[in-house]
Structure formats: structure tokens, C-alpha cells
């Protein structure tokens, strides 16, 4: 089983319920965002290349 997310190819582990009609099969990567994503994430800055 793949995961449901069109871009992701890697295989689904978990199968959870987004609303009451709707399932999604979530590879362990999704399945982590989608757990934490109550969470506040603190943005990632990079320094950029001088050229």
C-alpha cells in the first residue's frame, strides 16, 4: 500500500482518519507531521551563497 500523498512514494504504515468519512494512508514521515501538527515549529533559516 502506498502512501495517499500524490507526490510521496515510499509505503504506507498507518492508516488514520482525517474527518468522518475520510482515511488516508500515511507513510512514517507523514505520519509524524500529521501527529505533531499542533505543534509550533520554529522556522529553519539558512545563510545564503555569495556568488
Do not use: G, V, W
Not at 17 to 40: A, G, M, Q, V
Amino acid at each position: 500500500m502506498k502512501c495517499s500523498i500524490s507526490e510521496c512514494k515510499q509505503k504506507a504504515l498507518e492508516t488514520i482518519s482525517i474527518s468522518f468519512r475520510e482515511t488516508r494512508n500515511l507513510c512514517r514521515e507523514h505520519y509524524e507531521l500529521f501527529k505533531n501538527k499542533d505543534k509550533k515549529h520554529a522556522p529553519k533559516f539558512t545563510k545564503a551563497s555569495k556568488f
